[in-house]
């Protein structure tokens, strides 16, 4: 490799993060060594009222080390391989991080969207994209047992239900009357919601979740999609049907205890 040749070199470290001027003086402290201010000065041409802010910006980051020398102050270039676990540290928080944003950036968008999700992490990607919608109850119509589908019991109990009972979210729900649905509805009290039972044969392959302006539909796991809609006057509309069904649907007629999970 050419050393006056490092177009390249800065291009690298610029994807790394650092900006033309930083890169250069990193780059000097690589060939320098243990280094004062004035040597990098001279190595790279730059002023020395230039340098030391950037040398000072370049040491919190954790690109340079400071220490002293019998005569002077001394920077030093950390190693490359130092450079590439930080970078590849980064970029494990932020991919930790990526779907939390994605949920944001969906809810905020400001305009009519429709977003798909497959599978356990799109299951449980939709459910965070309510809980952080500011919402303080949503309605659901569901078979009760379709959400089993797609994550275990415990996962609904301790991920879905723990986080809406945390965040005092009621869930409103109409679902077939079933011997185990009426399990699942004796759970109402203590799992914040409210069921109202419709006849045993009605159909209900796809869950129906509304919340605030937004309607997710979530199909059995055969076609494994959930499809959330952000529009007001989809919402309006799912809203109304829920709420005209919810009139003539059955109230259940007790509140004994029994344990038994699948609504959420």
Same mark, same amino acid.
């Given at each position: 490799?050419?050393?006056d040749?490092q177009?390249?070199?800065?291009?690298?470290?610029?994807?790394?993060?650092?900006?033309k001027?930083?890169a250069?003086i990193?780059?000097?402290g690589?060939r320098?060594?243990?280094?004062s201010?004035?040597?990098i000065?001279?190595?790279?041409?730059?002023?020395?009222?230039?340098?030391?802010?950037?040398l000072?910006?370049?040491?919190?980051?954790?690109v340079?080390?400071?220490?002293?020398?019998?005569?002077k102050?001394?920077y030093?270039?950390?190693?490359? @391989?130092?450079?590439?676990?930080?970078?590849?540290?980064?970029?494990?928080?932020?991919?930790?991080?990526?779907?939390?944003?994605?949920?944001i950036?969906?809810m905020?968008?400001?305009?009519?969207?429709m977003?798909?999700?497959?599978?356990?992490?799109?299951?449980?990607?939709?459910?965070?994209?309510?809980y952080?919608?500011?919402?303080?109850?949503?309605?659901?119509?569901?078979?009760?047992?379709?959400?089993?589908?797609?994550?275990?019991?415990?996962?609904?109990l301790k991920?879905?239900?723990?986080?809406?009972?945390?965040? @005092?979210i009621?869930?409103?729900?109409?679902?077939?009357?079933t011997s185990?649905?009426?399990?699942?509805?004796?759970?109402?009290?203590?799992?914040?919601?409210e069921?109202r039972?419709?006849?045993?044969?009605?159909?209900?392959?796809?869950?129906?979740?509304?919340?605030?302006?937004?309607?997710?539909?979530m199909?059995?796991?055969?076609?494994n999609a959930m499809i959330?809609?952000?529009?007001?006057?989809?919402?309006?509309?799912?809203?109304t049907l829920?709420?005209?069904?919810?009139?003539?649907?059955?109230?259940?007629e007790?509140?004994?205890e029994?344990?038994?999970?699948?609504?959420?």
């Open positions: 490799m050419r050393m040749d177009t390249h070199l800065l291009a690298g470290l610029e994807a790394f993060g650092l900006d001027k930083e250069v990193y780059l000097a690589l320098l060594g243990p280094s201010v004035l040597e000065s001279r190595q790279t041409h730059l002023p020395r009222t230039t340098i030391y802010p950037i000072e910006k370049l040491r919190e980051r954790g340079f080390r400071a220490g002293k020398t019998k005569k102050n001394v030093t270039a950390e190693d490359p @391989g130092v450079l590439d676990r930080k970078l590849k540290e980064r970029q494990t928080v932020f991919s930790q991080i990526a779907p939390d944003l994605e949920v950036h969906e905020y968008s400001g305009t009519p969207t977003t798909f999700y497959e599978g356990t992490e799109g299951f449980k990607r939709m459910w965070k994209r309510l952080r919608s500011g919402v303080t109850d949503y309605k659901m119509i569901t078979t009760g047992i379709g959400m089993l589908e797609y994550v275990k019991e415990p996962y609904l991920g879905v239900i723990a986080e809406r009972l945390e965040k @005092g009621r869930s409103f729900q109409l679902i077939p009357e185990e649905t009426r399990k699942i509805v004796k759970n109402d009290h203590k799992e914040l919601r069921s039972f419709l006849p045993k044969d009605v159909s209900l392959p796809a869950t129906i979740i509304i919340f605030g302006d937004e309607v997710a539909f199909t059995t796991r055969k076609e959330l809609v952000a529009s007001g006057d989809v919402a309006v509309s799912c809203r829920f709420d005209l069904l919810w009139q003539v649907a059955k109230m259940p007790s509140e004994e029994v344990w038994g999970t699948g609504g959420a």
